[in-house]
T-cell receptor, first 115, second 113 residues
Framework: AQSVAQPEDQVNVAEGNPLTVKCTYS??????LFWYVQYPNRGLQFLLK??????LVKGSYGFEAEFNKSQTSFHLKKPSALVSDSDLYFC?????????????FGKGNQVVVIP | SAVISQKPSRDICQRGTSLTIQCQVD?????MFWYRQQPGQSLTLIAT?????????ESGFVIDKFPISRPNLTFSTLTVSNMSPEDSSIYLC??????????FGSGTQLSVL
């Protein structure tokens, strides 16, 4: 079965500094990979996805992520963090060939951007 | 992008009662899912809502406790039956779009007293 690990509970970064949120995955086949952000009292909002093609994926609000097959990672990055980026971020994976379209989520990372 | 309307947004319920959550998608989705997010936790898949047939439940979830309907492609309901305080969670409806993107409703915050 597919699974995702987000090793850190909270990521603290100073405003203007680069932000990285780590994610590693496990699937038996090839992965579809996603990042979502959860705002307070709202559902999850899609940020970006990797399906196929270029390993560097660009998404909403200046976020990007790089698919690394050898390291089974899909870290989320932003070159210059904003205070408004302080939210809860979830990495998710789906197995292309198996898993019946089910998406497995990591435990989430709280990002805190310090002014 | 699909827009998913989910209601109620929150409710406070008494132990032993049931609550039905509704989910309406504004465009076609290939699949619909229901997730639970317990306080401070990640999302756990409850079931896949199948159009016109019984939902497919994940391990640890059963139809008697979480009956699900999906009478057409764009509408689904989840009922939380015979509630206890352990059922206090956020319940999220989601739909899988044609571009492999999973869209979410805004969630239902359920508190059981």
């Amino acid at each position: 079965a597919q699974s995702v690990a987000q090793p850190e509970d909270q990521v603290n970064v100073a405003e203007g500094n680069p932000l990285t949120v780590k994610c590693t995955y496990s699937v038996s086949g090839n992965p579809y990979l996603f990042w979502y952000v959860q705002y307070p009292n709202r559902g999850l909002q899609f940020l970006l996805k990797y399906i196929t093609g270029d390993n560097l994926v660009k998404g909403s609000y200046g976020f990007e992520a790089e698919f690394n097959k050898s390291q089974t990672s899909f870290h989320l990055k932003k070159p210059s963090a904003l205070v408004s980026d302080s939210d809860l971020y979830f990495c998710a994976v789906r197995d292309k060939e198996n898993g019946n379209n089910r998406l497995a989520f990591g435990k989430g990372n709280q990002v805190v951007v310090i002014p | 992008s699909a827009v998913i309307s989910q209601k109620p947004s929150r409710d406070i319920c008494q132990r032993g009662t049931s609550l039905t959550i509704q989910c309406q998608v504004d465009s076609q989705v290939t699949m619909m899912f229901w997730y639970r997010q317990q306080p401070g936790q990640s999302l756990t898949l409850i079931a896949t809502a199948n159009q016109g047939s019984e939902a497919t439940y994940e391990s640890g979830f059963v139809i008697d406790k979480f009956p699900i309907s999906r009478p057409n492609l764009t509408f689904s309901t989840l009922t939380v039956s015979n509630m206890s305080p352990e059922d206090s969670s956020i319940y999220l409806c989601s739909g899988l779009g044609l571009n492999e993107k999973l869209f979410f409703g805004s969630g239902t915050q359920l508190s059981v007293l």
